[in-house]
């Protein structure tokens, strides 16, 4: 089966870029997302990218797909306090309904 | 990692019956619990999030006399699909945390056919 892989932590401070990653094992895959959960809440979907998609761009968000190495990244422009949450990096295996999520990244911006 | 476990993991029921979906935190207390419920191919979506002991906060849009959450105690919660019909059908997948700022683990999801 796939098996999703992120980092536990990110530190970054207010201003900065903050850039979390995930590596996934199944070539077949075809749907991957960033989900973003704030303490106490449920996952929100942040962005998705298609498998046959390099880049996609929202506002301050950027994902990076490298498919050859099965990476994916998610970037976001001028860290707030309020980005501070845990992302969840999820990958949709072709004829899998459910995702695979990964541990998630807690992201802790300090000022 | 936390284990949690969803029962069960698919289910055929009638139209207009009732099915009841469990979601069991095996090692650690969940305080919270959150439902999605996910359509092929699309990712999740957020139905209700339950806190122990409390009634439970369901989304805009979705029908709480229809999806019965209780999360009588710190390792169980239960969505029960009320007279479910085909349109019903779906992924349905709990996760739980044990509380702000911790990590949410996710159940193995249920695939409930309604036929």
């Known amino acids: 089966g796939e098996d999703v892989e992120q980092s536990l932590f990110l530190s970054v401070r207010e201003g900065d870029s903050s850039v979390i990653n995930c590596t996934y094992t199944?070539?077949?895959?075809?749907?991957l997302y960033w989900y973003k959960q704030e303490p106490g809440a449920g996952l929100q979907l942040l962005t998705y990218i298609f498998s046959n998609m390099d880049m996609k761009q929202d506002q301050r968000l950027t994902v990076l797909l490298n498919k050859k190495d099965k990476h994916l990244s998610l970037r976001i422009a001028d860290t707030q306090t309020g980005d501070s949450a845990i992302y969840f990096c999820a990958v949709l295996s072709g004829g899998s309904y459910i995702p695979t999520f990964g541990r998630g990244t807690s992201l802790i911006v300090h000022p | 990692g936390a284990v949690v476990s969803q029962h069960p993991s698919w289910v055929i029921c009638k139209s207009g019956t009732s099915v009841k979906i469990e979601c069991r935190s095996l090692d650690f207390q969940a305080t919270t619990m959150f439902w999605y419920r996910q359509f092929p191919k699309q990712s999740l979506m957020l139905m209700a999030t339950?806190?122990?002991?409390?009634?439970?906060?369901?989304e805009q849009g979705v029908e709480k006399d229809k999806f019965l959450i209780n999360h009588a105690s710190l390792t169980l919660s239960t969505l029960t699909v009320t007279s479910a019909h085909p349109e019903d059908s779906s992924f349905y997948i709990c996760s739980a945390s044990a509380g702000p700022n911790t990590e949410a683990f996710f159940g193995q999801g249920t695939r409930l056919t309604v036929v």
């Open positions: 339950s806190n122990e002991g409390s009634k439970a906060t369901y």
């Open positions: 199944d070539s077949s895959s075809t749907y």
